[in-house]
């Protein structure tokens, strides 16, 4: 079992920035590939951003390539999310996700931080 917890969210302006942090509880957290995910009001769970285990291979949404950035410390168990330039339409609950390798769904799920940014 692995549990996630996010912290980082808050209130930002336009154009403004924040760092989310995912800490794990695994010992093993280099096995897991991590994500972030994020939900906007009345919108269904989207696939922002994943890093693989050892941090060199990484994949982004469009709507945020040249804006935020993923990298992770093994060493700390801990996966971030650099989030620059944010826009309004960046406002959503980001959820934080693990799982084992890319033929496995995420199975474990942080509770969420909520991210919210003004116009």
């Known amino acids: 079992q692995v549990q996630l917890v996010e912290s980082g969210g808050g209130l930002v302006e336009t154009g403004g920035s924040l760092r989310l942090s995912c800490a794990a509880s695994?010992?093993?957290?280099?096995?897991?590939?991590m994500a972030w995910f994020r939900q906007a009001p009345g919108k269904e769970r989207e696939l922002v951003t994943w890093?693989?285990?050892?941090?060199?291979?990484?994949s982004y949404v469009d709507s945020v390539k040249g804006r935020f950035t993923i990298s992770r410390d093994n060493a700390k168990n801990t996966v971030y999310l650099q989030m620059n330039s944010l826009k309004p339409e960046d406002t959503a609950v980001y959820y934080c996700?693990?799982?084992?390798?890319?033929?496995?769904?995420?199975?474990?799920w942080g509770q969420g931080t909520q991210v919210t940014v003004s116009s």
């Open positions: 890093i693989a285990w050892s941090g060199v291979s990484t």
């Open positions: 996700a693990a799982r084992r390798d890319f033929r496995s769904g995420y199975e474990y």
């Open positions: 695994a010992r093993t957290f280099s096995s897991y590939i």
